[in-house]
């Protein structure tokens, strides 16, 4: 169980940007030491490389790990980062990377359900994973984190300054991107390759600007290539529960196209 649940944890990896069939980077956090010293995410300025430009493709950019520390993270954030890093020292939680380019090139998984691998290599050259396409601070900043064993997938976010929606607070439908998100990850962890055939949301409480919440996402359920989950925002503290979500992901069909 906990052997398919890595190889699943490494399968997600390629799909968030790592080069398929490529020798994982020296700073592989699925290596056994999982990512010692994470704490802070290095952006070496280059010469003729805006930082943090959302429309830079170097592939220094590209395949950064963008769920490390920044200095936009507030203390909240950095505290819960930290927590779920020693939670992730016995193993029984795994921090997962995350990179602007999902997909850098094919990736055994996905190009089957293209019927064009080409195109869809054309295609995809330029693709960024949305919730990683606005500038550091500015947009989505997250960290997640999986338990294998509770198929469970934890996501601390602090929505920044271009997610309003409501002055002041957090546009819903960003929110919505991070729910998706957060349960398309534990969705894929577990069965592999699937998408979000149905999302349910009920917002209950505004999230300020900038503050930083906690989701919580679960598998309830799996039928054949159905998989239920459900997932909260909480504050930090726990006392607010901002919004709860139901969702059914679908495992793709490997007989069926995507286009
Ligand atoms: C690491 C990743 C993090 C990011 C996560 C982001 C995830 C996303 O946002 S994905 C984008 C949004 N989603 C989409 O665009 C998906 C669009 N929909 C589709 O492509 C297809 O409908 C898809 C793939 C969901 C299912 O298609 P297909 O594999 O042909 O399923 P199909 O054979 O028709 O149905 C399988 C089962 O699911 C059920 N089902 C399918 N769609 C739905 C639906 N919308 N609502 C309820 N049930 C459904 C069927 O009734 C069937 O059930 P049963 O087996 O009991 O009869």
């Not at 069939?21 to 699925?30: N, R, S, T």
């Not at 936009?72 to 016995?90: A, G, H, I, P, T």
């Not at 984190?145 to 601390?156: K, L, P, S």
Request: hydrophobic share 35%; proline share 7%.
């Amino acid at each position: 169980m906990l052997r398919s649940c890595v190889s699943r944890l490494r399968t997600l990896a390629v799909q968030r940007g790592l080069p398929g069939g490529a020798p994982l980077p020296a700073k592989d956090p699925w290596s056994p030491r999982v990512n010692p010293g994470a704490g802070r995410r290095e952006r070496a300025a280059k010469p003729g490389c805006v930082r943090g430009d959302p429309r830079s493709f170097s592939s220094e950019v590209m395949h950064m790990d963008l769920s490390l520390p920044n200095p936009s993270w507030s203390e909240d954030m950095r505290l819960l980062f930290d927590q779920f890093m020693k939670k992730s020292e016995d193993g029984s939680w795994k921090h997962l990377p995350s990179y602007k380019s999902k997909f850098t090139q094919e990736t055994e998984d996905i190009k089957i359900y293209f019927p064009d691998a080409k195109l869809m290599k054309e295609k995809l050259s330029q693709a960024q994973l949305f919730p990683r396409s606005l500038e550091e601070g500015l947009g989505f900043e997250y960290a997640m984190f999986h338990n294998c064993v509770e198929d469970r997938t934890v996501c601390i976010f602090q929505g920044g300054p271009y997610l309003q929606g409501v002055p002041g607070f957090l546009h819903g439908g960003a929110i919505a991107t991070m729910i998706d998100a957060t349960l398309g990850t534990c969705a894929v962890v577990a069965i592999g390759v699937a998408m979000t055939a149905s999302l349910n949301i009920s917002f209950k409480r505004p999230i300020p600007l900038g503050s930083v919440v906690v989701i919580n996402s679960q598998v309830d359920k799996v039928e054949g290539r159905k998989l239920f989950l459900s997932c909260n925002i909480r504050s930090v503290d726990e006392k607010t529960v901002y919004s709860e979500a139901t969702s059914l992901f679908v495992k793709l069909d490997p007989k069926t196209r995507l286009t």
